[in-house]
C-alpha cells in the first residue's frame, strides 16, 4: 500500500531524509517516532506531494510519485487523509460544511454529500456537533472533525502528524481509539508522533527515525 524506495529530500544542502526504505501493508497502523527535527512531518508531506522527494520513490496504491504528472497530483490527494495537529479547520463555516468542502469542490452532488458526510462524522462519534462551528468546539472535538474531513472521500491511506499534539492525555487516548477504530475498519494508517505513551505495549510496528534516517524498528 505504501512504499517508500531510497527515498531523500535536501533543504539548501541541508539533508533532512536520507536513503528511506520502509513498506505499510493494507490495513496496517504503522508509527514514525522520533525526535523534534528527526524528518517526521517531512516525511508525510512528500507522500501526497506538499513536498517533492529529491531522489528515489514513492509508492502509495497504484501512485507512482516520482513519476506522477501534475494533472494526476488531485487524484492523489483524494486518496490520502490527513490529520494535522493544528486542524486547519475554518472556523465561519459549520463542521458539516468543514467536512464537505472538498467534495463539493470535486463536484459531488449534495444529496450524496449529505450521506457522506454524515457517515464519518458517526464514524467519529460527532454527528451530533453537526450545525457547530469549530471555535464552540474543544481540541478533541476539532480534532475529530479533522478526522472526519480525513476520511470522507474513503482514502487509500490516512497520515496522522503528530494528532494529539495539542491536547491532554486523556483527550489524546480518545483520538487515538478513534484512529484505531478506523484501522479496525480497514484504513491503513500512518502516525507520525513523539509520544511514545500513544503506541507503548500496542504491538503495532513503530518506525524510529532520527537525523533524517530510519535507525530502527520496534513493536510498540
Known amino acids: 500500500m505504501i512504499i517508500f524506495q531510497n527515498v531523500s529530500k535536501y533543504y539548501d544542502n541541508q539533508t533532512v531524509l536520507k536513503n528511506i526504505t520502509f513498506t505499510v501493508q493494507k490495513g496496517e497502523i504503522t508509527f ?3 525526535p523534534s527535527g528527526a524528518g517526521k ?4 508531506k512528500l507522500m501526497y506531494l506538499a513536498e517533492s522527494p529529491d531522489e528515489g520513490d514513492i509508492v502509495i496504491g497504484d501512485f507512482h510519485l516520482a513519476s506522477l504528472k501534475e494533472a494526476q497530483i488531485p487524484y492523489l490527494r483524494r486518496s490520502v487523509g490527513v490529520v494535522f495537529q493544528d486542524f486547519k479547520l475554518i472556523n465561519s463555516i459549520t ?3 468543514n467536512v464537505a468542502l472538498s467534495l463539493r469542490i470535486r ?3 449534495e444529496r450524496e454529500i449529505r450521506d457522506i458526510v454524515s457517515n464519518a462524522l458517526k464514524k467519529v462519534h460527532i454527528r451530533h456537533l453537526s450545525d457547530s462551528y469549530p471555535t464552540s468546539l474543544s481540541g478533541g472535538e476539532q480534532q475529530r472533525v479533522v ?4 476520511i470522507a472521500a474513503e482514502p487509500l491511506v490516512i497520515l496522522a502528524d503528530e494528532p494529539t499534539g495539542n491536547l491532554d492525555p486523556n483527550t489524546s487516548i480518545d483520538i487515538i481509539r478513534v484512529l484505531r477504530e478506523l484501522n479496525a475498519q480497514g484504513a491503513t494508517i500512518l502516525i507520525a508522533t513523539h509520544n ?3 503506541f507503548r505495549g500496542t504491538g503495532n510496528r513503530v ?6 534516517n530510519i535507525v530502527g524498528e520496534e513493536a510498540g
Not at 41 to 44: A, C, E, M, R
Not at 147 to 150: D, K
Not at 207 to 212: N, P
Request: avoid cysteine; aromatic fraction near 4%; glycine fraction near 16%.
Open 32 to 34: 514514525i517516532t522520533g
Open 95 to 97: 463542521v458539516f460544511d
Open 196 to 198: 511514545r505513551e500513544l
Open 147 to 150: 478526522i472526519a474531513r480525513a
Open 207 to 212: 518506525l524510529k527515525l532520527d537525523g533524517g
Open 107 to 109: 463536484g459531488v452532488k
Open 41 to 44: 512531518s517531512t516525511l508525510l
